[in-house]
């Protein structure tokens, strides 16, 4: 009897394994078909944007990457833009050496090409517009209306 009712389990599971594997195949053509969108639907919006628009700043902020307007910026957008965002550049503070040293870390890890003669202009324009700053506590809040939750 042990062996009859292990031929057994063995071809109930075989049988269970098939089924799964059907239900599965379904499932998922369906999943797939109720997705489809065919590609004659998709319409391309071309983007609007001119070069006058791209080197426009306003408020002393480049609007195209968000870099602040100083000398330096052009070579700081043209080195570091073709890889990355602007944002990753943009949302970091680092004093000069802490700027150097990331330069160098992309060199060495992230096929960096060297700078060159931009590389001073690029560590003067990122340490001034972009160094660490104290923000401490925020100021104490004055002249407020307080009022009671109910």
Known sequence: ?????????RALSKTLLSFLILVLFIFGGLYYWANYTPQSDIVEIPLEE???DYDKVENGVHVATGFI?????E???QNCTACHSAKLVTQNRMSREG???TIEWMQETQNLWD?????ELILTYLSKNYAPTDKGRRQNLEDIEWYELK
């Open 1 to 9: 009897m042990g062996k009859q009712f292990q031929k057994q389990v």
């Open 50 to 52: 001119t070069a006058d």
């Open 69 to 73: 307007d100083d000398k330096g910026m």
């Open 75 to 77: 070579a700081t957008i």
């Open 99 to 101: 700027w150097k040293a």
């Open 115 to 119: 700078l060159g003669a931009n590389e």
